[in-house]
C-alpha cells in the first residue's frame, strides 16, 4: 500500500451529561478531516483517547470511522495492547470493518526486549494480512525501538511496511532514511518538527492539527514536496505556536477546546484527563484566530 501526505487524526467525542462516547458528533470530526484534504484518517490514536475506551467503545469507533469515511481515503486503526493476544484480536476486527491499515505501537508495563517485540508484531501479522505501520512512541507506550530494528522488522516481518516516529529526535529520521536508503517509507508523529521531518524524507505527517486548522498542514506539505522552501518555513511558522501548544497542553484536551471554540461542542477528556483551564483556552482562542487569519 503506497500512502504518503497528511495522516489526518480523530478523536472521539463523549456527552458530557453521560460521559458516553458521541457518535453523532464523531461524525463531524471524520467530516472535518475530509474537508481538509487529509489523504488518510487514522482513528483510535492518543488524540482519540483509545487507551481510555472500553473494548466495546473501541470496536463501535474503529466501525463507524470505516462506514462514514466510506473508501474517500484510507483508514488506519491505531492498535496499542498490552497482550499480543488482544492487538491481535483488534487487528482481526479491523480486516473484518474494512480498515486499510493497522498501526501498532508496542504498549508496555514490563520492558521488552527486541525478541518479544519481533514476537509481537510478527503474530500480529501472521493473523491478518493488512499492512502494519510500526508506531514508536517510547513517552507514551514505554517501549523505545532503534531504527535499525524498526527496519528489520520491515525486512522480515511480511506485512509491516511504513514506520511512525515519535520520538522527537530527527536524528532517527536522517537514520531511516539513511540505512533503507529512501526505500522504507517513514511518517513524521511529533507535530512542532513537522517541517524538519518532511525535509528529512519523511513520506508525510500524522497530526490531528487538521481537525482545527483545516488545509493548513496540507498546504505545508505541498509546499516541501514543490521545494518551496521559502512557503514551506513560512507556513510552518505559522503553525508552530499551535503545534507546539496542543502537545503541551494535550491532544485530546485541546482539540476537543478547539472545536468548542469554533462552535461544535465535543465533550471534555476522559479522566483523569482533564479538560483545558480558562486561561489555555483562552490562548487556544487566540492562536486559532491568527491561524484563521492566514487560511
Known sequence: MNLSGIIGYSITPFNDEDGQVDY????????????????????????????????????QV????????????????????????????RAKFAYQIGADMIM?????YYKLNEEELFLHYQSISNA???????????ATCGVDMSPQFMLR?????KN???IKESTGDIQRMHKIYKLSKGKVPFFNGCNHMALEALNAGASGWCTVAPCLIGK??????DAVQQQN????????????????????????????SGFSIQGTPMGGPRKPLLPLTATAQQQLKTLLLELGSHA
Request: hydrophobic letters at 45%; charged letters at 15%.
Open 24 to 59: 453523532e458528533n464523531l461524525a463531524p470530526v471524520i467530516d472535518t478531516l475530509l474537508d481538509a484534504q487529509v489523504d488518510a484518517i487514522a482513528a483510535l490514536g492518543s488524540a482519540g483517547e483509545a487507551a481510555y475506551l472500553t473494548t466495546t467503545e473501541w470496536q
Open 62 to 89: 474503529a466501525e463507524y470511522t470505516v462506514k462514514r469515511v466510506d473508501g474517500r481515503v484510507p483508514v488506519v486503526i491505531g492498535i496499542a495492547e498490552l497482550t499480543t493476544a488482544e492487538a491481535i484480536n
Open 104 to 108: 501498532v505501537s508496542p504498549f508496555s
Open 128 to 138: 491478518t494480512p493488512l499492512p502494519i505501520m510500526i508506531y514508536n512512541n517510547p
Open 153 to 157: 522488522m520491515v525486512s522480515d516481518i
Open 160 to 162: 509491516a511496511c511504513m
Open 216 to 221: 493548513q498542514t496540507k498546504y505545508l506539505f
Open 229 to 256: 522552501n521559502h512557503k514551506a518555513s513560512e507556513l510552518f511558522y505559522q503553525q508552530y505556536e499551535f503545534l507546539e501548544f496542543i502537545v503541551q497542553s494535550g491532544l485530546a484536551a485541546a482539540v476537543k
